[in-house]
């Protein structure tokens, strides 16, 4: 086990860099995180065009903020398993497909929530013409 390193400045900025670097990697390699990308945007545009109360931002952000959290974790995980095992094996298949689920389950989520958020200032607005 490791010592404690001492909180630095420069440290955290290092690891500030290699989070960027993930984030990069996941938008670089798949192509979910692209449509979680486009219904990131479109929300935000919504949320902005439609005035969102500052507590409907928040549930907004939490929804969009789980997605992402899913996907980065799915993705971590799918790459982990490649290198442990390049062959097929049904264990990492299943644990694949779980991960897989989770972001399902959360993009799920947040679209019942954007539907919750959104639909009803939407109908509003074209009612009233």
Known sequence: MQP???FTVSGRARSMGFAVRGIRAM?????NAWIHAAATTVAILLGYVLGLAPLEWCVLIISIVAVWSAEALNTALET???????????????????AAGAVLVSALGATVVGLILFLPRILLRLHLG
């Open 27 to 31: 938008l670089a390699t798949e192509h």
């Open 80 to 98: 982990l398993c490649n290198v442990a095992s390049p062959e097929f094996h049904p264990l990492v298949e299943r644990a694949k497909d779980i």
């Open 4 to 6: 404690h390193s001492r």
